[in-house]
Structure formats: C-alpha cells, structure tokens
C-alpha cells in the first residue's frame, strides 16, 4: 500500500494561503482487492513531529477530510497520513502554512509614484544573518525575483 499526493485545498504544501476549511486529501495505491482500510490523519506544529495538535483517530477508508483544529497567523504545520490494512503504510510529511491575516504589515514598500507603470527595484543589505526570510510579492506572475545576483525562481 502506498500514500502519496498530499495536497490541502487541492494544493500540495501551499504557503500563505487564506483557508476557511482546511481539506486534506490523498491517494492511496496498491491496495488488495477486497483489503479493509483505515486511514489516521495527524497534524503537528513542529518538523520532528512531536507537538501533535490534531489526531483524526482511525476512520474508514477515505481519500481526504476535512480538519478542524484552530490554527495561528504566519504558522507552518507539518502533516502526514497512516493507512493500516494488510500492510501498514505512512505517507511522508508534508506542511501548509498560514496567512498574515489580519496581523499589521511592517514593510518597505516598493513602487512607482502615483501607480504609474514602469520598472520598480530596490537595493538593500543585511546587517545580520538570516536563518530564514519571507518575501511578499504582488504583480499577478509580472515580476521577476534576484537575490545576490541570481534569478530567483522558487515559486514564492
């Protein structure tokens, strides 16, 4: 037997997406014909999968639920999916993460005057090391994203 596609609103690790409803979804293959399933779905709040916050508890074979747990702004929370049947299986972990919300935006703000059209950049150091930084980028996929002087092209 064997998890794979996970995926939450129908997008696989989404990052700062707005969610009323949090729908977990999955495939499961190589199943035996006639084999009783039952699934368990678990969410945690850290990647060593200690900090559990949501346990769906054994259910009957399904392909995705529906959670509902509380989450907080600006959150990443890991996830993974058991099946028990013949075989056991486990699916990998995989993550969503939450939105600013309502949460004030501290920022530079970037742009041309008056909203003309036209080329916008900006140049700025570091003082510090970064562990980890998010960038926030609007423009409806016009845009292009250089760090260090290379292109980025991770989705962001």
């Given at each position: 037997m ?10 696989t690790?989404p990052v ?7 729908f977990?979804?999955w495939?499961?293959s190589?199943?035996?014909v006639?084999e009783?399933i039952?699934?368990r779905?678990?969410v945690?709040?850290?990647p060593?999968?200690?900090c559990?916050?949501?346990d ?5 074979w ?5 959670a ?6 600006q959150t990443?929370?890991y ?8 075989q ?9 993460e939450?939105p600013?919300e ?9 742009g041309t ?6 080329f916008?950049?900006?140049?700025f150091?570091?003082?510090e ?5 998010r960038l926030?980028?609007t423009?409806l ?7 260090d ?8």
């Amino acid at each position: 037997m064997k998890l794979s596609n996970l995926k939450v609103n129908h997008i696989t690790n989404p990052v700062g997406f707005s969610m009323p409803y949090l729908f977990f979804g999955w495939n499961i293959s190589e199943v035996g014909v006639g084999e009783v399933i039952r699934v368990r779905l678990q969410v945690y709040t850290d990647p060593t999968l200690h900090c559990r916050i949501y346990d769906s508890g054994e259910l009957s074979w399904r392909t995705g639920l529906t959670a509902d747990f509380e989450t907080k702004p600006q959150t990443r929370y890991y996830w993974q999916v058991t099946a028990k049947g013949e075989q056991d299986s486990g699916s990998e972990t995989a993550f969503f993460e939450t939105p600013k919300e309502e949460h004030c935006w501290k920022a530079k703000w970037i742009g041309t005057p008056d909203g003309e059209d036209g080329f916008v950049s900006t140049n700025f150091t570091v003082a510090e090391s970064v562990e980890r930084a998010r960038l926030y980028v609007t423009g409806l996929g016009l845009y292009e994203v250089w760090l260090d002087e290379k292109k980025s092209v991770r989705s962001i």
